[in-house]
């Protein structure tokens, strides 16, 4: 049997009714544990939550990995082959969810007097609209097809605003590669994802339109659009497809490479990168203000037991020994404190997930409410506390071995 945590939990446990100098201390100590833990452990949530948030928007406006060509013809951006022998090569890699192909073209849509440059990306039935789908705001998103014109096209609800376009309206589209060439499409639809450098821009439309205003053959595309399975699987799988895209680009002699979102969209990402050094920010200050309070309550509790220190060390209990009993009975305020602290704050981010009731700007966090992710790194991060709060109490446990029997025992 364990005798110093025996003790310590004699020590935890007792409940004599007498007015202690320590108890105050120890309530201070346990609930500067717990409100650490609830920072870290919402905070980790929080930063979790809206990393995956932007970066599941960022995918959904681009994929996981985009195959494009980097050669040019007439100061534009030439298109990609995606011939059967290409796809099929693609769909037989491991690890790949859906691919589609998508063909932009530039534009000015006029309407009520105002004006503004788009960005058009024509698409067909076989493109994966769920993420677009999800951030319908008005209207009905329309079948796309590669076969014929529909006629119609899907703007945010930033160009919406600017432009004064509701859903079922008419404006005027305007192409001015190879001469200025007008269509009116009707505004079938208006999505919202709080994204601006991606709204500000975006609008959806028939690949039909697209590559006929393009002058580009049926199995002509900007890009190719790769989703994967895993986020984190997306360097694997380009490694793994470079053969393949090397391949189709001798055979059609094009200038093809494969690139991860993160290549393509490098300031978001790197910005995103940035909130991973947020989180060991956090448990260092959450640490420190658990570990100065823990610190304050073992000094006032040594300090309250020195009688007891006295009689172990009289009864030939060593320095080590009695170290250990006041390690143990920090260790029991650390855990319940930090037990309480993950209790509340999955309480709180429960709520927070089901209501959204906390809110917040948009258009500076590209959201509406708070979001909240639980994540596997909770786990490491309450040990990681748990073993730097008990490491912190060492040093000043080395009070006791300053303690001289005599003197302790007759202290009152």
Known sequence: MNLELFLARRLYRTRNGKRHLSRPAVTIAQWGVTIGTIVMFISICIIVGFKHQVRDKVVGFGGHIQIQNNSTSRGYSSPVTADSTLMNALYATRGIKHIQQYVQMPGIILANGEYEGILFKGIDSSYDCSFFA????????????????????VISRTTADRLKLKSGDKANIYFMQDGIRARKMTV???????LTEFDGIMALTDIYTTRRLNGWEKEKATAIEITLDDFDSRYICCEDIAE???????????????????????????????????VWIILILVVCIAGFTMVS??????????????????????????????????????????????????????????????????????????????????????????IIS???????????????????????
Not at 142 to 151: I, K, Q, V, Y
Not at 307 to 321: E, R, V, W
Not at 398 to 407: A, C, D, F, G, N
């Open 244 to 278: 393949t895209v090397y391949n189709a680009a001798t055979r059609n002699r094009e200038e093809l490479y494969p690139a991860t979102i993160d290549e393509l969209q490098p300031a978001i990402f790197n910005w995103l990168g940035m909130l991973d050094q947020t």
């Open 188 to 194: 079938s639809a208006i999505y919202e994802t709080h």
């Open 134 to 153: 999800s951030n319908i705001v008005e209207g009905k998103l329309p079948t796309f097809t590669a076969d014929a014109p529909s006629n119609a096209i």
């Open 297 to 386: 309550g073992l000094f006032i509790l040594i300090l309250e037991k020195s009688n007891f220190i006295g009689i172990m060390k009289a009864t030939g209990a060593n320095n080590l020994s009695i170290r250990k009993i006041f390690l143990y009975y920090a260790g029991m305020i650390v855990f319940k404190g930090m037990l309480i602290g993950n209790a509340i704050s999955v309480a709180i981010c429960i709520l927070q997930q089901q209501t959204g009731i906390i809110a917040i700007d948009p258009e500076m966090y590209y959201m509406e409410s708070v979001p909240i992710e639980f994540s596997w790194l909770l786990v490491p991060m309450n040990i990681a506390m748990f």
């Open 390 to 412: 008990i490491a912190i109490l060492v040093v000043p446990s080395m009070l006791i071995s300053r303690i001289e029997p005599v003197k302790a025992i007759k202290f009152e």
